[in-house]
């Protein structure tokens, strides 16, 4: 059973007890005057950093007592009745009334002509032209209102404009644009969305910088632009908990932290992989799935430190958001890295495509799928190496160099991975089985033959780039839940002919890729030659022997001659379980020229020759 996705969310502040923040009063009392008569008296007297000549008006905004019994007395300055940006000031009492501190943030010597020219609605209208969405992308009126705003040793008047293109969805932007109220010139301006740049340390990768979402105080590992999100489980199984920091600086002595730190810089680079080579918006191509919903938005979610020396990660296809372990040190680090990120995001994505069955044959390609653009995703950062076809080369038992936990390019070198088709991958593991194809993937990138020698099929690369192209339309348009290795050959070779044509270098090496691999394409076969002497009647002989052969095509023919005296019978069997059963029989009476069409399932054939009469050669061709 999956665990309960709980997010535990910060209380609000609280008063302290015996505290009533809504009847208490400064010192001096509640009258705003009576508080801005207070503040002014210290800020334009002897005691404060401002006279009447540098600062002409101020205006108090609000009074704040807080629970240490301080009253703040927050003023704005204006000029010509225009409020001035940037100019405030914060007096601070204590509860008897005398003076505490003073935050002094005014502007001294202001001087601007405050009566506009250009009208708010024309102010709105400047500002939405600057706005690339333009108007129709708003999903709120805008507002403008006047400031005198300090600029480059200039004082002007401006109407401050704020826009609002806020769905909760990525590309959500808060723009503020201040017109120049004399002039209509774009004067400065910002997205008041309340994100900052980040960094972390990661395990792997170096620092990294972020975007995070922030409070004002507090800073998450939220991304509201790209709609990406990292928590961590803090070594339990039942919770969720923010991973934030009280900085722009995550913390890199904390090994949750740095975990999920990687993990949100790995989950944007899958995310950045995917809409710049494929175009595709989120896990899910609409952005989603919005696994957890914090602050107001719905995030693509990834989960670290997981339970206590977890190795593993795994993508929920229920719950939609990905977990990853620390791992234990010995076998695995932290599996928070590119290719494993890259692997389980894109679990996701074949869940929202081809939705490819976890079991058999289509679920050894289902992790086929999740190892190729984990390499792909490894290769967009790091670039092209041979450990881009390692996978999880990084984190994978740290005190044994060089190794990982797959190779690509030579599956069978961790002992258990296939790498050439039988009629019986799908009853192996789906990790193992998925060789056959990762290796299909490699030679079709970088060209070459079967690395140990099980076929004879030479293939020329044609890149990491337009094989993944290759791959990535068949998996969206071409496979089905049920596609088997021999629908794989078939998808692939479809989407390549509708990229670079059924004519072209592309399409053919796809071709070759599968065949070197031992996968074959359906409805075309290959022909193999058997001959012998079959010496006593009653005797049988198998060709190529008893143990059969793999066959992957829909169709097979066989046909014998031998001699003229003799009577042979020609026998097509298919291995079910242990057993074998005749699937077509050619037992022409008094001949030995006989001959089979069968059409079926891929599956182990055999050939059985069986002599009815009389000693004698034979000779066998099969197209398989």
């Not at 500002?127 to 005198?148: F, N």
């Amino acid at each position: 059973m999956r665990p309960a996705l709980l997010l535990l969310l910060p209380l609000a502040a609280c008063a302290p007890s015996g505290t009533d923040e809504a009847t208490a009063s400064p010192a001096f009392g509640s009258d705003p005057a009576e508080a801005e008569a207070a503040a002014e008296a210290v800020l334009f007297g002897q005691e404060g950093a401002a006279t009447e000549a540098a600062v002409e008006a101020l205006s108090t905004l609000r009074v704040e007592l807080d629970d240490l019994g301080v009253s703040h007395v927050r003023v704005q300055q204006l000029a010509g009745g225009v409020p001035v940006w940037g100019g405030e000031a914060i007096v601070h009492f204590e509860d008897d009334g005398t003076l505490f501190a003073v935050t002094n943030d005014l502007v001294p010597y202001v001087v601007a002509d405050t009566t506009p020219d250009y009208t708010a609605t024309e102010a709105i209208e400047l500002a939405a032209e600057l706005y690339d969405r333009g108007m129709g992308a708003l999903t709120a009126e805008p507002t403008a209102d006047l400031w005198v705003l300090p600029l480059d040793g200039v004082d002007h008047l401006a109407w401050r404009v704020q826009l609002s293109r806020v769905n909760f969805t990525a590309g959500d932007a808060l723009p503020v644009v201040f017109v120049d109220a004399h002039t209509g010139e774009y004067l400065w301006g910002y997205d008041n969305l309340q994100s900052a740049t980040c960094t972390g340390s990661t395990n792997f990768y170096g620092s990294v910088s972020f975007e995070c979402y922030t409070d004002g105080t507090t800073y998450y590992l939220e991304n509201p632009t790209d709609l990406l999100a990292t928590y961590t489980w803090n070594h339990t199984t039942t919770s969720m908990y923010y991973a934030s920091s009280t900085s722009t600086v995550f913390s890199s002595a904390s090994a949750v932290t740095v975990n999920a730190v990687e993990a949100q810089y790995v989950s944007k680079s899958v995310d950045s992989y995917y809409t710049a080579t494929f175009g595709r918006n989120g896990i899910d191509g609409a952005g989603g799935p919005a696994a957890v919903t914090s602050h107001g938005y719905g995030f693509i979610t990834s989960s670290t430190s997981y339970s206590s020396n977890y190795v593993n990660a795994f993508w929920d296809p229920t719950g939609l958001y990905m977990t990853y372990g620390d791992g234990d040190g010995v076998s695995s680090g932290s599996l928070t890295t590119l290719d494993i990120g890259g692997h389980e995001m894109t679990h996701g994505v074949t869940q929202y495509t081809a939705n490819l069955t976890y079991s058999g044959e289509p679920g050894g390609l289902n992790e086929s799928m999740s190892d190729v653009f984990g390499a792909m995703v490894e290769r967009s950062v790091l670039g092209a190496s041979s450990d881009v076809w390692l996978v999880g080369e990084d984190t994978w038992t740290p005190s044994v160099a060089g190794d990982a936990l797959r190779y690509m390019a030579d599956p069978a070198a961790d002992g258990v991975s296939k790498d050439y088709y039988s009629s019986t991958i799908g009853s192996t593991d789906v990790h193992y089985s998925s060789g056959v194809a990762n290796l299909a993937f490699y030679l079709l990138s970088e060209g070459g033959s079967h690395p140990r020698g099980k076929s004879t099929t030479v293939v020329t690369g044609i890149g990491a780039d337009k094989a993944a192209q290759i791959w990535y339309l068949a998996l969206t348009s071409y496979m089905t839940s049920s596609t088997s290795f021999s629908g794989a050959r078939t998808a692939t070779l479809s989407a390549a002919s509708s990229l670079y044509g059924a004519t072209s270098t592309e399409y053919t090496q796809v071709g070759n890729a599968w065949t070197a691999v031992g996968v074959a394409g359906a409805g075309s076969c290959s022909t193999a030659s058997y001959s012998g002497t079959s010496t006593k009647k009653g005797k049988t002989v198998y060709a190529p022997s008893s143990s059969g052969t793999a066959v992957t095509v829909a169709t097979q023919t066989v046909s014998m001659t031998g001699t003229t005296a003799a009577d042979f019978d020609l026998y097509l069997e298919v291995k079910s379980g242990r057993s074998w059963s005749t699937v077509a029989t050619s037992a022409t009476s008094g001949t030995s020229t006989e001959s089979i069409s069968y059409s079926g399932s891929a599956g182990t054939y055999r050939v059985r020759v069986y002599n009815k009469s009389a000693a004698g050669s034979y000779a066998v061709s099969w197209c398989k």
